[in-house]
């Protein structure tokens, strides 16, 4: 077996025995509330933030995990003589994968390999996760890193919200908007494509309106999807992810769908209720 140590960042939104399982580093990201200062997944969970934003009646600000925080993480198995393979959230949704760069240039070491992940939550998860088959596979680490830039434009990653106030609150739509938008029971559909979020489709109605197209989406693709994992990823949204998982049930030929639930960083941006499918074309 190849070995190397996989990391990735607390945006992943991989469950803590996914974590485990394939043996995965984890640097977080960093939620704040005024100067009360949180690491994502270490000091505060998403129950606890939301919990926060109804007391304060504010959205707690979120921060790239710093370069000393990689340093941290990479150093010991640079030291050790173990190579590192770091896969992070998108370049352009965050400065984390800038912190990376710097800490690989400081400690000054070619053991290091960074990909930019181009994505966010379980679609970064979902690279991962593929880097840990490949390693499995006994793949050196170069041929991963080959094999995962190979799969960065076929992530398909796409949420429902639930709630138009935390796209307001963080600055992501007009007052105007939020207020028609709750007014009319909009559940917008937020795609990534090409690094960046654009706005799909609009379906009017129940969360399950959204939840319907995403999986009409993936059902209709079906034999084009890469069979190893699909991702169900939410914040405090289990009911919705058992409706997606029942419509699933028997339609698909994917050996490992994994629930997960989203982060403090991921929630903070998109709100209770907020749930995706995330998989890999093939």
């Known amino acids: 077996m190849a070995e190397f140590k996989l990391i990735s960042d607390s945006t992943c939104d991989l469950s803590a ?15 704040s509330f005024g100067d009360d200062v949180f690491k994502d997944g270490v000091d505060i969970t998403v129950p606890d933030m939301y919990a926060q934003v109804k007391t304060r009646g504010t959205l707690p600000k979120t921060a790239a995990a710093a370069p000393a925080d990689f340093i941290h993480a ?21 400065a984390t994968f800038m912190s990376a760069t710097l800490a690989k240039n400081e400690i000054g070491s070619e053991r290091i390999r ?36 190979n799969l960065i434009p076929k992530v398909r990653t796409q949420f429902v919200i639930n709630t138009m106030e935390y796209l307001y609150k963080g600055g992501r739509c ?10 009319l ?3 917008p559909i937020i795609k990534v ?8 489709k609009k379906p009017h109605g129940r969360i399950t309106a959204g939840l319907d197209v995403l999986v009409d989406e993936v059902l209709e ?7 190893e994992f699909m991702m169900i990823t ?49």
């Not at 088959?133 to 170069?142: K, M």
């Open 17 to 31: 025995d996914l974590i485990k399982k394939y043996d995965i580093g984890i640097v977080p990201l960093v939620v």
């Open 174 to 183: 007009s007052a105007v908007a939020a207020l028609m938008g709750t007014f």
């Open 185 to 187: 029971k909009i559940k």
């Open 221 to 227: 693709l079906k034999d084009g999807l890469d069979p």
């Open 234 to 282: 939410h914040s405090l949204a289990h009911e919705s992810a058992l409706y997606i998982l029942e419509r699933l049930k028997g339609q698909l030929p994917i050996r490992n769908v994994h629930e997960t639930d989203a982060g403090c960083v991921i929630s903070s941006h998109c709100g209770e209720g907020c749930i995706g499918i995330l998989y890999i074309l093939k």
């Open 114 to 149: 960074l990909v930019d992940g181009a994505n966010l939550s379980s679609g970064t998860g979902l690279l991962v996760l593929k880097a840990a088959s490949f390693r499995a596979a006994g793949d050196p680490i170069d041929t991963v890193v080959e094999k995962v830039q």
């Open 193 to 200: 494509k090409d690094g960046t979020m654009h706005v799909g």
């Open 74 to 94: 990479f150093q010991p198995y640079v030291d050790a003589g173990v190579d590192v393979l770091f896969i992070g959230i998108g370049s352009k949704f965050s």
